[in-house]
């Protein structure tokens, strides 16, 4: 996810998260070089914004609880 390889076309293929989304953004990062508009990256980050909030909020969740679960073992011990 993190480099991508060079399509047929002269774009990166996609794969991962963002495979399947055709909004004629940069698939990359909004720096990606190429004809996009401004409005492209701004669509751009602002998916990858949220991709990162959801995954930092699901991991916010997971590390909390258990971090909960094992200070509630330690107690029981």
Known sequence: MVAFKQG???RPDV???DQGVSWGAPGGNMFEPGSFTVA????NLGY???VFAV????????GTSLSNGL???RKMV
Not at 55 to 62: E, N, P, Q, S, Y
Request: hydrophobic share 55%; proline share 0%; aromatic share 8%.
């Open 55 to 62: 995954i930092g909020f699901f991991a916010g969740v997971l």
């Open 40 to 43: 492209q990256r701004l669509t």
């Open 48 to 50: 990858k914004g949220a």
């Open 15 to 17: 794969t991962g998260l």
């Open 8 to 10: 047929a076309n002269g």
């Open 71 to 73: 200070l509630a073992l």
